[in-house]
């Protein structure tokens, strides 16, 4: 019994183990299939001088290794590479994406948490939260940068807050469908016990929310980002990625690489915030109660 106990630790690891050599694989074939159907549609475009849906040229299509190889290059004479101007405006703009990303995350689950238990609130409010998703956010942002300017507040905090405006929406939505997706049979059993509304939601209807509220927050993780650097533009603030955009965008017509490469990094800037979520997903749901029993 003790040299199977002793196998069954090892068979996981090796079971682990080949299960993410499998996923490595896996993302670097996606990522040259990808590499090739864009090279192979601009080769195609070009060669065949179509024009549909958009003319094909080194400008709007440049190859990816042009604006890989970007990244290593100097800015200007004596300066410092391209990657290094764009990962400290990345770290820039994730300091008031996580911020806006938190105040969002808690707000939207706060007020997920008073709609779902109050239905005369749902009633009258969730029409308003809808509709405040409705408006545009480059309509928004300049508003709440220059209201929020006005009462001394900080420049990088009001494009916090335009980041929680986009990460509130979804997780005060799944943390309703999530807190009313409890078992009702579960739950008629802890009202007969007596159990309080506040036992009730901590012990049963909060584990059941998980997988709705990490949803949620998979899908603000990344708009923390988007909302992030637009509001960056209004800001007039130059250190994050928003100001990097507008700064290469002057240029695009005559040195594409330098905008492509910014939205390079733009990119993998969400997929960390998406990763983190995903890593805290695993180490939560995992010892979520109904899980750890």
């Not at 090796?14 to 549609?41: D, K, N, Q, S």
């Not at 179509?50 to 004479?77: G, K, Y």
């Not at 943390?175 to 007969?192: F, K, P, W, Y």
Request: hydrophobic fraction near 55%; aromatic fraction near 12%; avoid cysteine.
């Amino acid at each position: 019994m003790t040299a199977i106990a002793a196998e069954r630790p090892r068979e996981r690891r090796t079971f682990r183990l080949r299960e993410a050599t499998w996923r490595v694989l896996l993302f670097l074939l996606v990522l040259a299939a990808l590499w090739g159907l864009w090279e192979g549609y601009r080769w195609l475009w070009m060669r065949e001088h179509w024009t549909w849906p958009f003319v094909v040229d080194d400008t709007s299509m440049p190859h990816i290794h042009d604006f890989l190889r970007a990244l290593f290059e100097v800015t200007r004479p004596g300066g410092p590479l391209l990657i290094s101007d764009l990962l400290k405006a990345a770290a820039f703009t994730a300091r008031e994406a996580a911020v806006g990303f938190a105040m969002g995350a808690v707000g939207g689950f706060a007020l997920g948490v008073l709609l779902a238990h109050f239905r005369v609130l749902q009633r009258g409010l969730l029409p308003y939260v809808v509709a405040s998703q409705t408006i545009p956010i480059l309509v928004i942002a300049p508003m709440v940068v220059v209201y929020l300017g006005s009462r001394g507040v900080p420049a990088w905090f009001s494009v916090s807050v335009i980041a929680a405006f986009l990460t509130f929406f979804p997780v005060t939505i799944n943390t309703i469908r999530g807190l009313q997706s409890a078992d009702r049979r579960a739950l008629e059993l802890m009202r007969s016990y007596a159990a309080g509304r506040w036992r009730v939601l901590w012990k049963l209807r909060f584990p059941a929310a998980l997988p709705y509220i990490f949803a949620a927050l998979k899908v603000s993780a990344t708009a923390s980002i988007v909302g992030a650097v637009i509001g960056e533009l209004p800001s007039s603030i130059q250190d994050g990625l928003g100001g990097q955009i507008l700064n290469y965008s002057q240029y695009y017509t005559i040195q594409p690489r330098g905008l492509w490469a910014t939205n390079v990094i733009a990119a993998l800037l969400g997929i960390a915030f998406f990763l983190v979520v995903l890593l805290a997903e695993k180490l939560v749901v995992r010892r979520a109660p109904e899980n750890v029993a």
